[in-house]
């Protein structure tokens, strides 16, 4: 297939790949009667969020599109060890000081792609289905895909979804994972906050936690159902619930949103690791949290990962928990 001028793709759990192809035209709130991607960065900067393609298609396998899907050759840098735990230290002192009660460092892996391009990137991702949700995006030498457990909401009219997602194990230990304290404790202050902030627009039902088992992981996992009291754009809901803290701070407010982003830019981590990734379709909207993925600019790649951090966390395990996720991506993405 002859590349386009810019790629989105959205696949929810079995289905098939939704594709936007480009050009694409750009909108600063959702179009009322368009499939449109939305495509912004963490820190919700882009003033244009909502591409529109110019030509839809689905596939059922992203080999269709016309990428190579052979192994790529990435020489990796070694990870800075040091520059992590001064800000795990930070955010220790934080949380000491009643700032913060938790916050989510991210540790970035890098690499450099030797005899090929970014966008290759895309047909060497695996074929997953539920529990999870693929996305990609690339434009101008510059890009992003992966596999991500984590739905930031889908919307239906008055009909919302969501869910808290923290916690993590390696799936071998999932019989001590399911009593351990400190894990519990990091998934309940996610899903006690995503039920306060969603109670006063909507009647909120919190189904029990569960264990969801990703393969390689293991994570804590519960389904939230909200009916909204009235009518909600799409993009007032993103701005309520991005990020979560899952991904963010807690308490969320101006002054622990900076210390994040502050702490993240000296992590180099990117831009758009966490960020929410869109599918307006039919009426329906699908919002993923950007995890799980593998970020390019021309032949530099990153492999980010983010942890947790509250009162009980340790250095050690918190290193651990991250480069397992990185492993679990570097697995999917065949890198």
């Keep these: 297939m002859e590349k386009s001028d810019g790629i989105a793709f959205m696949k929810a759990g079995d289905g098939s790949y939704v594709v936007g192809l480009g050009p694409f035209d750009e909108f600063e709130v959702a179009p009322d009667h368009a499939t449109a991607f939305y495509v912004n960065d963490f820190a919700l900067s882009c003033k244009r969020p909502w591409k529109v393609p110019s030509q839809l298609i689905e596939v059922s396998d992203l080999a269709e599109l016309g990428y190579c899907v052979e ?4 020489e990796w840098d070694e990870l800075d060890s040091e520059c992590f735990a001064t800000v795990f230290a930070e955010i220790n002192e ?5 700032v913060i009660e938790k916050s989510v460092p991210v540790a970035t892996e890098r690499g450099q792609l030797v005899g090929g391009n970014g966008d290759q990137l895309i047909g060497c991702m695996q074929n997953l289905g539920a529990p999870f949700y693929s996305y ?3 434009f101008g030498g510059s890009g992003f895909c992966g596999a991500t457990p984590e739905l930031l909401f889908k919307q239906d009219g008055r009909s ?4 808290a997602l923290a916690g993590t194990a390696k799936a071998d230990e999932r019989v ?9 404790r990091e998934h309940e202050f996610v899903a006690q906050t995503m039920v306060a902030k969603l109670s006063d627009i909507g009647t909120v039902e919190r189904s029990e936690r569960n264990i969801l088992d990703l393969g390689r992981l293991v994570h804590f996992h519960t389904p939230i159902d909200v009916e909204l009291f009235a009518d909600r754009s799409v993009d007032e809901l993103i701005k309520r619930l991005h990020p979560t ?3 963010g701070p807690l308490p969320r407010t101006q002054e622990t949103m900076a210390l994040l982003k502050a702490w993240r830019s000296r992590l180099d981590c990117p831009p ?8 307006l379709k039919d009426g329906s909207f699908t919002s993923l949290v950007a995890i799980r993925g593998v970020h390019w600019e021309g032949d530099d790649i990153a492999v980010p990962s983010g942890c947790g951090v509250i009162e009980a966390s ?3 395990n918190e290193w651990r928990e991250l480069r397992l996720k990185r492993e679990a991506v570097r697995a999917v993405m065949g890198i």
Excluded: C, H, Q
């Design 160 to 163: 919302l979804k969501t869910m």
């Design 245 to 247: 803290p899952a991904l």
């Design 272 to 279: 758009y690791f966490g960020a929410p990734f869109g599918l």
């Design 176 to 184: 001590v994972f399911a009593v351990d304290g400190k894990e519990i």
């Design 136 to 138: 990609g995006w690339s």
């Design 94 to 98: 934080m949380i000491v000081k009643g």
């Design 314 to 316: 340790r250095l050690v």
């Design 71 to 74: 192994k790529l050759n990435i």
